[in-house]
């Protein structure tokens, strides 16, 4: 079935990065557009950004634009979010997420930025 596992959350503090990681399986993975999408309580689920199947395209949200990067990694069924220059909020629980598949969510991440 399909899963996702993602990792690489913590604690950091402002101006600090991280790197998350999110495994893929059950199902062709370099056939899907990957999204990363983050959640804070009260509020709606936020696509933070995008990228193609073969990563030739990417998208971001305004709030992350310049300060985030996702990549992936076809051989390994895995998408990556390099986040640096955190800023308190960009705190939440981070999800990946593959395009057409939104019946389907990993158990997240959680990303705290804060001195």
């Known amino acids: 079935q399909v899963q996702f596992v993602e990792s690489g959350g913590g604690l950091v503090q402002p101006g600090g990065s991280l790197r998350l990681s999110c495994a893929a399986s059950?199902?062709?993975?370099?056939?899907?557009?990957m999204i990363w999408y983050r959640q804070t309580p009260g509020r709606e689920r936020e696509l933070v950004a995008q990228i193609s199947p073969f990563g030739s395209s990417t998208n971001y949200a305004d709030s992350v634009k310049g300060r985030f990067t996702i990549s992936r990694d076809n051989t390994k069924s895995t998408v990556y979010l390099r986040m640096s220059s955190l800023k308190p909020e960009d705190t939440a629980v981070y999800y990946c997420a593959a395009a057409g598949l939104s019946d389907y969510w990993g158990q997240g991440t959680q990303v705290t930025v804060s001195s």
């Open positions: 059950g199902f062709t993975f370099s056939r899907y557009s």
